[in-house]
């Protein structure tokens, strides 16, 4: 009887831990799931964070690269916006580090408002009407180290650099034209040195303070030829200062020169 | 006999005790607590990036991140960075959650930290 007794409560010890211990796998096997689940997504989070970023340097360094083309030159009014275009289009890129990396090519964008969700590119992210605009194609690759966790996309982006390219150009060849014809209203007396540097001395001061409440500055240079035919040519300068670019305050500057002839009889 | 069952209980229990002890689903709870955590402050970093803009860090200075940064921090988390091999505080301390997020642009390569100081 006691012999039975024993197997019995050998037996019923059996049941009684074997459920506990297929519980247990039950929980266990969750609990793994559970982790598995969350170290894939933290995984593919740290990767699209990352991925911002490594997007936003790409892009940043593109912008660098054409804050610098912009500024070390100084470009014709009537033809900024072209070669600004056909520069842009020149500019590429190739970033990458932590398993991410990504190609950029520029080109000009339309002069619209448009906001772009690379928000780590404040203050340069979205385009709007009246500043230099760019369209950014990137392709992103990235790969979880130790992980089957990868990334791929093809994005556009829009940015701008803070240059008032339309106003500038604007009031550069609004400028010429006033120029232009306040020589011609001296006519014949083009050949009187004195006379062309006062008009133009007047002229000019009035286009400076114009200039000046957009927030541009404006100088006219100009040289007179006597002779038979007396001619004058000026150029009209205008740059915008301190424009606070990706790597710090430029300068651009945009130029348009003209001629007035006048044949005495 | 009666001292086989006894042994044959105690194994049993035995090794069923010492299969909890193995299979311990804590540790997997655990595991998965420090990802989310981590993963949050990952989260954090971005947030921080996304405010500041990668041109700041291009050209901001070394005191200028570091004086940025220190206030994001607060009473849970702790934000700081090594910026060109210097750092702007002591690193994150041994088994804290904590996340890192590398910027590298133009000539300025910023390391980001973030770590939890206290438990939410």
Redesign the interface.
């Given at each position: 009887m006691?012999?039975r007794r024993?197997?019995g409560?050998?037996l019923a010890?059996?049941v009684i831990?074997?459920s506990?211990?297929i519980s247990?796998?039950i929980?266990?096997s969750?609990?793994?799931q559970?982790?598995e689940f969350?170290?894939i997504?933290?995984e593919e989070?740290?990767l699209y964070?990352?991925a911002?970023?490594v997007k936003?340097?790409a892009i940043?360094?593109l912008?660098?690269k054409m804050q610098d083309s912009l500024s070390s030159r100084t470009f014709q009014c009537s033809d900024a916006t072209t070669a600004i275009t056909l520069l842009a289009s020149t500019e590429k890129v190739d970033?990458g580090?932590?398993g991410v990396f990504s190609s950029g090519k520029l080109s000009a964008a339309p002069q619209q408002t448009i906001q772009d969700d690379v928000?780590?590119?404040?203050?340069?992210n979205g385009t709007a009407a009246g500043l230099a605009d760019f369209e950014v194609r990137l392709s992103v690759d990235g790969k979880a180290p130790d992980s089957s966790v990868a990334l791929g996309v093809n994005e556009t982006h829009l940015v701008n650099l803070p240059i008032r390219l339309p106003a500038l150009v604007s009031t550069c060849l609004q400028s010429v034209d006033v120029v232009l014809s306040g020589l011609e209203g001296i006519g014949g007396q083009l050949c009187n040195a004195t006379i062309v540097e006062s008009t133009i001395t007047s002229i000019g001061s009035s286009l400076r303070s114009a200039a000046a409440s957009s927030g541009f500055s404006l100088s006219i240079s100009y040289s007179t030829v006597p002779g038979t035919a007396c001619a004058a040519s000026f150029t009209v300068l205008v740059s915008q200062y301190s424009i606070d670019g990706?790597?710090?305050p430029f300068t651009f500057s945009a130029s348009e020169s003209a001629e007035v002839q006048w044949y005495s009889a | 006999m009666r001292f086989v069952d006894v042994s044959v209980a105690a194994i049993i229990g035995m090794t069923a005790l010492a299969s909890l002890v193995a299979w311990n689903p804590y540790s997997f709870e655990e595991g998965s607590r420090l990802y989310l955590r981590e993963a949050s402050l990952q989260d954090y970093m971005t947030t921080i990036v996304a405010a500041e803009g990668v041109p700041w860090f291009q050209h901001a200075s070394f005191s200028s991140i570091c004086n940025r940064l220190s206030q994001y921090s607060n009473s849970t988390v702790e934000v700081s960075a090594v910026v060109d091999g210097l750092a702007c505080s002591t690193p994150p301390p041994r088994g804290a959650p904590s996340a890192n997020l590398t910027i590298d642009v133009g000539s300025a390569r910023v390391l980001l930290q973030a770590w939890q100081v206290a438990g939410p």
């Open positions: 006691a012999g024993a197997v409560a050998s010890a059996a831990f074997s506990v211990l247990n796998f929980l266990v969750a609990e793994r559970k982790f969350t170290s997504a933290a989070r740290g964070d990352q911002v970023v936003a340097a940043t360094d912008l660098d970033v580090w932590e928000l780590a590119l404040a203050p340069f990706p790597e710090g | -």
